[in-house]
């Protein structure tokens, strides 16, 4: 079993930055794809980026690249998003999740994220 419990949501004006923070239990973190998605009012749970066990394979939605950036310390069993240049369209609750089983690439979709945190809210003002 896996335990993720994310941190660093809040409020922040259009522009500004967040970095989130997701801690894992468990021995075996440093093994699993990790991922980021967010869930808006009214709207499915969408990919935000996902990061391989190594920080090789790293992939991002279209509407944050360039301005968000995953990254993953097993050191801590801790895995990070960066957010820059934050749009009131950001604004959702962000959740962690982590895929166990995935042995290439790293996915895209909920499919195979078998860990999921209780998700942080992320409000964007303009």
């Known amino acids: 079993q896996v335990q993720l419990v994310e941190s660093g949501g809040g409020v922040v004006q259009a522009g500004g930055s967040l970095r989130l923070s997701c801690a894992a239990s468990?021995?075996?973190?440093?093994?699993?794809?990790m991922g980021w998605f967010r869930q808006a009012p009214g709207k499915e749970r969408e990919f935000v980026a996902a990061?391989?066990?190594?920080?090789?394979?790293?992939n991002y939605a279209d509407s944050v690249k360039g301005r968000f950036t995953i990254s993953r310390d097993n050191a801590k069993n801790t895995v990070y998003l960066q957010m820059h240049s934050l749009k009131p369209e950001d604004t959702a609750v962000y959740y962690c999740?982590?895929?166990?089983?995935?042995?290439?690439?790293?996915?895209?979709?909920?499919?195979?994220?078998?860990?999921w945190g209780q998700g942080t809210q992320v409000t964007v003002s303009s």
């Open positions: 999740a982590a895929d166990p089983s995935r042995t290439i690439g790293v996915g895209t979709t909920i499919r195979g994220y078998d860990y």
């Open positions: 468990g021995r075996t973190f440093s093994s699993y794809v």
């Open positions: 990061v391989s066990w190594n920080e090789i394979i790293t």
